[in-house]
Nanobody, 126 residues
């Protein structure tokens, strides 16, 4: 599948942004979709994932502030980011992995995912 992330931008602390990941290809419903981010000089880290049924999983650092959702009619996955902090500044990537189960057991590991979109920059100033 091909993925394209969009919606990044520059905001102030406390603001919100909504990222979108457009997924093209076959059988959108059979893919687990994850969001990851990478700040300069740091490793890529897990942000959130959504299973085939819509089950959701979050990193502790974003729990309660970010919400991931999927729209099967539009083949898109959104990441609503509220109460943004300067430490959320990073390039955000969406990724997909085919799964027979609702969620891949290693959903929070980047190497689990086969397909990646280009990132979108999120910058949060204090």
């Amino acid at each position: 599948v091909q993925l394209q992330a969009s919606g990044g931008g520059s905001v102030k602390a406390g603001d919100s942004l909504r990222l979108s990941c457009a997924v093209s290809g076959r059988s959108f419903s059979t893919y687990v979709i994850g969001w990851f981010r990478q700040a300069p000089g740091k490793e890529r880290e897990f942000v959130a994932a959504i299973g085939r049924s819509g089950s959701t999983y979050y990193a502790g650092s974003v729990q309660g502030r970010f919400t991931i959702s999927r729209d099967g009619a539009k083949n898109t996955v959104a990441l609503q980011m509220n109460s943004l902090k300067p430490e959320d500044t990073a390039v955000y990537y969406c990724a997909a992995v085919f799964s027979l189960l609702d969620i891949h057991r290693d959903y929070d590991i980047p190497t689990t995912y086969n397909d990646w979109g280009r990132g979108t920059q999120v910058t949060v100033s204090s």
